[in-house]
């Protein structure tokens, strides 16, 4: 299974990016499909994750800002991320989570600056 993670950039704050994730694979065959960031010297964090049902988590610091979604017909997920912070600076990772384990695509490097 690949994950192909693209879309991040460097935007100035109160912008806008949208991460997308192309599986290699159903994404219909995973339990949930996530995003995660991590930034420098701080542990990798869940930022949002979206069921096979379609029902969502989001981090509190997200929430209301980004909204993930899939398209099961194209296998890809996406992280449209609003009103961004420089505090969301971070390398993005996709996640597709089976139980017990998953795979990880690649990360994005999202900068918000002015």
């Known amino acids: 299974v690949q994950l192909q993670a693209y879309g991040g950039g460097l935007v100035q704050p109160g912008g806008s990016l949208r991460l997308s994730c192309a599986a290699s694979t159903n994404i219909d065959s995973f339990n949930a499909m996530a995003w995660h960031r991590q930034a420098p010297g701080k542990q990798r964090e869940l930022v949002a994750m979206i069921g096979r049902n379609g029902v969502t988590n989001y981090a509190g610091s997200v929430k209301g800002r980004f909204a993930i979604s899939r398209d099961n017909a194209n296998n890809t997920v996406y992280l449209q991320m609003n009103s961004l912070k420089p505090e969301d600076t971070a390398v993005y990772y996709c996640?597709?989570?089976?139980?017990?384990?998953?795979?990880w695509g690649q990360g994005t490097q999202v900068t918000v600056s002015s």
């Open positions: 996640n597709a989570l089976l139980i017990g384990s998953g795979y």
